[in-house]
């Protein structure tokens, strides 16, 4: 049962003929984790809390810096030296009292990720590096947690969703951890704020749908966006029978930092 207040502030999602008080009452029983509370899990964060999602446990290691807040938009100028799960966390309780944020100052690792991860419904993939966004696949892959992944760089995006074992992973695209440095990163090439908003909103959306058990996931497929010419595409993303990971003949076997 909803309070008044609670009826008045999710009134305009209750409208909708697919959410109404059963499916407000679906996201706030939902537990999502965003891994990074960077640029996509900034916005990813603000519209989860907006929208009712009952516990957000959001995973971060560092503090907030300067060239953060151009696109990492739940953190302000105040928060500057601050570790940015507690700026989060914070600004997650500001805009929803209601909802339950857990932050974890901590880097995902081979050793806590399946633990880190496990008992939540979705996880929001939004870290700045490779080596998290593998680790976070195989340790939802492992754990049976549908995933949604968002990458950006410079002008350009993307966002897919994994159901392990139904659909295409991250790895039956990317195969393997690059060697270190042979991937440029945002701080080498940079990356336009909006497209921060966009990708972590997608998330967010995909995660939300999710939660609702409405639409249909953005699986086996990836949304890329690329801003300078203002296009959104779908590239079809099929599962990979020799996915070293959801293959048919596996390889990895655990969650490992180091493939
Ligand atoms: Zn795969």
Redesign the pocket.
């Known amino acids: 049962m909803f309070s008044p207040e609670d009826l008045e502030r999710y009134s305009r999602q209750i409208l909708l003929p697919k959410v109404g008080g059963r499916g407000q009452a679906r996201l706030g029983r939902m537990r999502v984790a965003i891994v990074g509370a960077g640029g996509l899990g900034s916005p990813a964060a603000i519209y989860l809390a907006s929208g009712g999602v009952g516990h957000i446990t959001i995973i971060d290691s560092d503090r907030v810096e300067s060239s953060n807040l151009h696109r990492q938009v739940i953190h302000g100028e105040q928060d500057i030296g601050r570790w940015k799960v507690d700026s989060a966390a914070d600004r997650i309780r500001e805009l929803n009292p209601s909802v339950t944020c857990e932050p974890l100052r901590l880097r995902l690792s081979e050793e806590n990720a399946r633990e880190t991860l496990r008992g939540h419904d979705v996880v929001i993939e939004g870290s700045d590096n490779l080596e998290t966004k593998f680790l976070v696949?195989d340790a939802c892959?492992f754990e049976r947690i549908p995933l949604v992944w968002g990458g950006i760089l410079r002008f350009e995006g993307q966002v897919s969703v994994?159901l392990p074992g139904e659909s295409?992973?991250?790895?039956?695209?990317f195969r393997e951890l690059p060697p270190p440095g042979s991937a440029p990163t945002c701080q080498q090439a940079g990356v336009l704020g909006p497209l921060a908003g966009l990708v972590g909103t997608l998330q967010a959306a995909e995660a939300i749908k999710r939660g609702l058990g409405i639409g249909t996931a953005l699986c086996n497929q990836i949304l890329s966006i690329d801003l300078l010419s203002g296009r959104f595409r779908t590239v079809p993303m099929p599962?990979?029978p020799t996915?070293?990971?959801?293959?048919k003949e596996p390889v990895i076997e655990a969650v490992e930092t180091t493939t």
């Not at 295409?168 to 695209?173: G, H, S």
């Open positions: 696949n892959y994994v295409a992973c991250y790895r039956c695209l599962r990979s996915c070293p990971l959801c293959g």
